[in-house]
């Protein structure tokens, strides 16, 4: 089993900078994919980024394309969300998933484990 447990959250102003952190605990982490997702209250889940198991391929949702990052460290076990000029918008509980096949896929269904959130308020 992969335990995933995410860090970094917290206020950030419009146009500031804030770096997610997603540390995995288990032996098959480095084969798996790992994706942010985020949900605000009321709404449903959404995909935001995701990474293969090798770092070698990434994909992002339209609205945070060009602003957010996400890269990977194995030996460390971490995944990351650098997240450059966040809107309003970009406020919600955000939270990593390990999908088993190595794939950066957007579905959610995809993930078998998951974090459980750390919380992202964007001001402005």
């Known amino acids: 089993q992969v335990q995933l447990v995410e860090s970094g959250g917290g206020l950030v102003q419009a146009g500031g900078s804030l770096r997610l952190s997603c540390v995995a605990s288990?032996?098959?982490?480095?084969?798996?994919?790992i994706a942010w997702f985020r949900q605000a209250p009321g709404q449903e889940r959404e995909f935001v980024a995701a990474?293969?198991?090798?770092?070698?391929?990434?994909d992002y949702a339209g609205s945070v394309k060009g602003r957010f990052t996400i890269s990977r460290d194995n030996a460390k076990n971490t995944v990351y969300l650098q997240m450059n000029s966040p809107k309003p918008e970009d406020t919600a509980v955000y939270l990593c998933?390990?999908?088993?096949?190595?794939?950066?896929?957007?579905?959610?269904?995809?993930?078998?484990?998951w974090g459980l959130g750390t919380q992202v308020t964007v001001s402005s």
């Open positions: 990474i293969t198991w090798s770092g070698g391929a990434t």
């Open positions: 288990g032996r098959t982490f480095n084969r798996c994919g």
């Open positions: 998933a390990a999908e088993e096949w190595g794939r950066a896929t957007r579905r959610s269904a995809s993930y078998a484990y």
